[in-house]
């Protein structure tokens, strides 16, 4: 994927996102939470290497629906070569039905990889979720539902429909300390026994001073059991980052 395709996909994402406020009910009483991430080190000696790690997240909820959005851009050079150079972005509404602990939600989800079998894969879903336990400490929800996803490459297009199975859980630690854990499951429903995982851990600590910024740790890891040789299953990556919620 050239540069230039990739800006003007950016540039779509952001305009998506910043029409959410408009979906708003007014009167509603509402909360909207935006957050910044900006993580860099590097080392220099035997050898040089530096890691740049730029996220944004926002989300919405109301008593009536939610939106969730997060993206994050990684990048990694060693001694010149460039090991890691990635992008996602993430968007996900729920709708919530009073007094019941059902919901249904759609999700769309966009990966670019320089070092994939794939240059880019667009992926959506849609389901119901299950509320198993919401108060002001923990909020833990299942999610099933039906989707697929299209991996976009040199040579062609490869369209796959998936199951989805997903677990989403949250735990207010305390005024300072937040933690959230999410994994989704996407079996292949043409090839038996083929699928895709996504997990991801998030672990913040607000800064007593200042609160609004936080140190984060972030970890992310993509299974796929169909890749060629050169590719490996897993690929796991993180970061430490600081987190400015605006």
């Known amino acids: ?12 994402l952001i305009c998506t996102v910043s029409i959410l406020p408009a979906f708003a009910d007014d009167g509603i009483e ?4 935006h957050q910044l991430e900006l993580g860099l ?6 050898s040089e290497t530096i890691n740049l790690h730029l996220g944004f997240n926002t989300d919405y909820a ?11 851009y990684d990048r990694s050079k060693s001694d010149g070569d460039i090991s890691a150079n990635r992008f996602f972005a993430d968007l996900k509404r729920e709708w919530i039905w009073p007094q019941n ?15 994939k079998d794939w240059d880019d894969r667009l992926s959506a879903a849609g389901g119901s979720g299950y509320q198993h336990l919401k108060n002001d400490s923990w909020d833990i929800a299942s999610r099933i539902g039906l989707g697929g996803s299209i991996s976009r490459g040199d040579d062609e297009d490869i369209k796959t429909p998936e199951l989805v199975l997903a ?14 854990f999410t994994t989704a499951f996407y079996p292949d429903l043409d090839e038996t026994g083929e699928y895709r995982n996504l997990t991801a851990v998030n672990w913040s600590i607000k800064m ?6 936080a140190i984060k740790l972030g970890l992310r890891n993509e299974y796929d059991s169909d890749v060629s040789e050169e590719q490996e299953n897993n690929d796991f990556n993180y970061n430490l980052s600081l987190l400015w919620q605006i």
């Open 1 to 12: 994927m050239s540069f230039k395709s990739l800006s003007a996909t950016l540039s779509l």
């Open 30 to 33: 509402a909360s909207w939470r």
């Open 41 to 46: 080190n590097g080392a220099s000696g035997n």
């Open 62 to 72: 109301d008593p009536l629906k939610t939106w969730k959005f997060s993206s994050a």
């Open 101 to 115: 602990p059902w919901f249904s939600f759609l999700q769309g989800r966009y990966d670019w990889d320089e070092f």
């Open 167 to 180: 677990l989403d859980l949250g735990w207010i630690i305390s005024e300072f300390e937040r933690f959230e």
């Open 208 to 213: 007593a001073e200042t609160r609004n910024l």
